[in-house]
């Protein structure tokens, strides 16, 4: 079905087919969420090729002839939009919408847009998923797997899909599991037969002595079974939860940046370190005893059926209710533990924010209030951990004491079998044994029951950033090009972080590999914006960018990313030696490889100047380095790198004039060659582009040389000579910021 | 935050002595009876101040719609940049004051939740279904525990996956159900 044209209600359908005429086809026919500009409702547009028709749920149909459209145009409002139909006279017509349905409304104001200019109608084949094609929930993210589908695999399951690799050391803990369980059951039927066949007849020496062996054996054995299942288990458990963990930062290193532009850093490392804790823990220290409580819980269920089925009902009795209760605890306990997991994620991503940021919580003496909020959120985790402990212990104990229970039915229900000589005293005290054997697994099960939700609880969150959809690194269709020649062409590009808030516009631009381009602008015209796209960071909403006339979407991301350098303004440097850092785009490079991208990026002088040269330790994010020294060493890393395309974003705006000099100098060695793409505030430093591209709204304003542009006297020229004006006016007034800074 | 609790009295009388303040230049000054605001035609919305100027497209935003619904309203032009901000709507003229609202309920499109119908959480992901002063609506919250924005102690402001917003301005005044649902995920 095409998404333009939606299924109509019959009473909207039948007032539809009164408003046009029948043979007309409809080319567009979609509802918006709004009735008015106040309440949620259905209001349908629908087009033809000649007219465009509001029908409303209730009240009268409004009709627009195309020829007398003006501008079709969407309007954004706060959590919704607003499709505007202009008429050449008269009043425009409303259509307001939710933000759900602000990127279908942007193609329909195209759309009519087309059809009134008599274009031909090009419209989206397809719409992204909004419901989950199975279930019918909305999805969390358009076109994504629907998370409630997933959870049927449930995710207990999926945990122990992590295990399966190992299947031979799962197997051989089983065996080990089911000989223990086996030896486990033996003490008691040993002691049935001394009290039965020794010590009520009061005779068979011989036999006590065999008995009172095999019951050491059965020790003996029971001891080694347990070592070797210990042993087994936490390796097992150890390897498995290290492989969730690879898993998952792999996951992250391949998410998309749109996905850490929703999420915070410390929220995610909280997932990394704290539920993958919880996970390692269960894994490790509860999931190999599952196994063996439940078998010995089987085990000893069937011997004491086996042994009075009569007595081991009246054991029995107290379980229905702790069933129902555990049932009910469940759901409780488990929103305890997500609770639990969303307030350390909120507590650690404080904690990283507020640690990141020390020198501008001490510049503004506000350590006591980040600290206040400290206790606020360490207050709030105590709570949780509170409540969620004093739900379960109270579960915990009644659980117990009802099971106890069934000890007093059998002594009781037992003892008068015994009396009546239907039971023997031994198969009583044997049957007692394995009723408090019964409740050990019993009782653990209830123990783990508190950890097994809490990891559950913590491998929800991570399974949740694994679901999530990576950068499509494993295209099958995608192609090679291990070799870019550096020509990069825009063809008709709209972008918009969100949908229907374009930030570009109708970008044509086709760059020649080895030009250098200067981006200019006002700040949030779109200049880093276009850069973004060139990395695919982001994918174009409309159009293409092309990459050697090859749409970039069908590039391998690494064979593109790995020709692409990037200096930016605040170079990202990893707490590592300067070497590792100048190495980290292209590992296998030589010392001498090293030291001659430094020398070029003019970095040489001041790192063999420093006690360690090379092997200096730049601090984190490199704060052992002044913000010029890092910047050259970012450069360095850019020419080590030897990329085809560069781009340069703002890389010599927070430097000093002396230093940018020689930066410039590093720079202009860096681009020869390569298709550079240049963002700068200082205009004068752009003087060598082969042409400035001038953006205003997120459109091409302008295009040209330097010259060219200073001739025409347009936006270029305005902005070279406020820029003067400007730095006269800082000059005098002790040069406060450029004021045009992003 | 007191940073004077070590310093020695005579360090005291220093950090207290009288600093200039740094002057901030006074808003542009506008007698809010000249301010009016009217339609013409009926679907332009238009600014004049008597005596000065007028501007023929105008919007009106407010500066902090979650903190600040009432007060400081600011008009903007056609390229979006501020015309004038009133901190006290009540100053301006009736029919000023009345298309103000008009425009401002329009432009919000901010839903505010009076019952929670069903909410589960899963997976990270809560599925809502509720009623509002607008109608019902389903909507989806990623991470609802560390997406929703308290506006302050009691008031709470969702953002669903799409963008669109719900509000629950006191969540003391919702029945005992919907409290029972919101206090388990947030």
Redesign the interface.
Known sequence: MQPFIESLPPEVDAKLQSAKPSEEQVLIQVSAD?SD?????EKWLVATKLRVLVVPADGAVEEIPLDAIQDVKTEE????G?LVVERKSG??VYL?Y???L?PKFAEVAQGIGQLSKGKPLELPTEMERTRCDKCG?????KDSKC??C??KWHTLIRIQSYVNPYRVQLTLVVVITVIGVLINLLPPLITERIIDDVLIPLSNFNLLVWLVAGLLGAYLFSWLSEIGHTALSCWLGFRAAEDIRAKLYRCLQFLPIRFYD???VG?LISRMTNDADRLEDFIAFEVPYVISNALLLVGIFCLLLYKNWVLTLYVLLPVPPIVLGGIFMWNRLT?FW??WS??W??FS?HLNESITGIRLVKAF??E??ESTVFDRHNDALRQVNVSGNRAWFVFYTITNFLMSFGAFFVWYFGGKQVLGQEFKLGELTAFISFLWMLYQPLRWFGDSYNFMLRAFAGA??I??VM?APSEPFDNPNARNIPKIDGRITFKDVMFGY?PGKPVLRDINLAVEPGEMIGLVGKSGVGKSTMVNLICRFYDVTHGTLQVDNEDVRNVRIEDLRSQIGIVLQEPFLFNRTIAENIRYGNPEASFDEVMRAAIAAEAHDFIVAKPDGYDTMVGERGNKLSGGEGQRIAIARAILHNPKILILDEATSSLDTATEKKIQAAISKLIEGRTTFAIAHRLSTLRNANRLVVLDEGKIEEIGTHAELMGRKGLFYNLVKTQKETSAVMAVGGGKEDPGSE | ?D?TKSLSDEDKAKVQQPVTPIQTPPPECVNPKDIRLFRD???KLRLTIAGDRSYLMVRVVRAA?LSQPSRYICFLDEKNEVIWTVEDPSVLDADTRRILEEEL???????VIEVINSLR?????S?WDVQ?N???????V??V??SAQWVSARRLLLI??????FEIPDIDVLDKRSFGLID??I
Not at chain 1, 137 to 141: F, G
Not at chain 2, 105 to 111: G, I, K, L, V
Not at chain 2, 134 to 140: A, C, H, P, T
């Open positions: 709004f500009d106040q309440a949620y409702g409002l706060v959590g919704g607003c009043a425009p307001h939710s933000s759900s602000i929930r909305l999805l969390p993210e998370v409630a997933i959870k929703k999420h915070k929220a929103r997500r609770l969303a307030r994620g909120r991503s003496a506000q006591d209030r929800e969150r399974f949740e679901d969100d | 935050m940073n035609p009926p679907w719609p309920d329009q432009r919000y499109m901010t839903a959480n899963e997976f990270g992901v599925y509002t607008r109608g019902n609506r389903e909507f989806v990623r991470n525990s560390e669903d996956v799409d963008g669109n917003r388990m995920v």
